[in-house]
């Protein structure tokens, strides 16, 4: 079955950098952009931006421009979020998650939607 | 910065039947924004219910509906159930690759 399996919680001191990874399985990774939310304690999701393993093109949040970076590597279906100079806030649960498609006759189309999420990464951060 | 709304609270009678919604802080929301919704239970990733408006992902009941009213994204929930009493987040897609979450709305059955 489609699954996306993220890396363990981490325990980070503010200024640190924190990696976290998003491994698929069950369908072919390089098909489906991957997109990246958080959730910080009794709030709201926010997004974070996305990655497209075929084509390499990224789109982040203005919000974490210049401190995130995602990458994917297709020889393992794996994607990575980088967050870097951690501060108290950035204390969340980080989701990965699996863009939609649209498929016509001819081809397949990125749909606006998460149809598969991660179990989601804790990262608190602490000095 | 356009911020997308929705209720930060609403309950309902089980058996009921309750509309949460997802705003604009300035304009209105239209298909075109693709708005997406998603069930949470705490500690739970989220799980998707509806997508493309008014689209059902896989195995969701269909007390779930989705639309357009008015000038938002309304999600319906018809026949409420203990079982619904969740966090329920939407979506909208705002162009240029940029998507927008909503504060979530919490939903209590009683």
């Known amino acids: 079955q489609v699954q996306l399996v993220q890396s363990g919680d981490e325990v980070k001191k503010p200024g640190a950098s924190v990696k976290v990874s998003c491994k698929a399985s069950g369908y072919t990774f390089s098909s489906y952009r991957i997109t990246w939310v958080r959730q910080t304690p009794g709030q709201g999701l926010e997004w974070m931006g996305w990655i497209s393993p075929y084509y390499g093109n990224i789109n982040y949040a203005q919000k974490f421009q210049g401190r995130v970076t995602m990458t994917t590597d297709t020889s393992t279906s794996t994607a990575y979020m980088d967050l870097r100079s951690l501060r108290s806030d950035d204390a969340a649960v980080y989701y990965c998650?699996?863009?939609?498609?649209?498929?016509?006759?001819?081809?397949?189309?990125?749909?606006?939607?998460?149809?598969?999420w991660g179990k989601g990464t804790t990262v608190t951060v602490s000095s | 910065q356009t911020v997308v709304t929705q209720e930060a609270s609403l309950s309902v009678s089980p058996g009921g039947t309750v509309t949460l919604t997802c705003g604009l802080s300035s304009g209105s929301v239209s298909t075109s924004y693709y708005p997406s919704w998603y069930q949470q239970t705490p500690g739970q990733p989220p799980r998707t219910l509806i997508y493309n408006t008014n689209t059902h992902s896989s195995g969701v009941s269909d007390r779930f509906s989705g639309s357009i009213l008015g000038n938002k994204a309304a999600l319906t929930i018809t026949g409420a159930q203990a079982q619904d009493e969740s966090d329920y987040h939407c979506v909208l897609y705002m162009g240029s690759g940029i998507w927008v979450f909503g504060g979530g709305t919490k939903l209590t059955v009683l």
């Open positions: 998650a699996r863009e939609g498609r649209y498929c016509n006759v001819t081809a397949c189309f990125p749909f606006y939607y998460m149809d598969v």
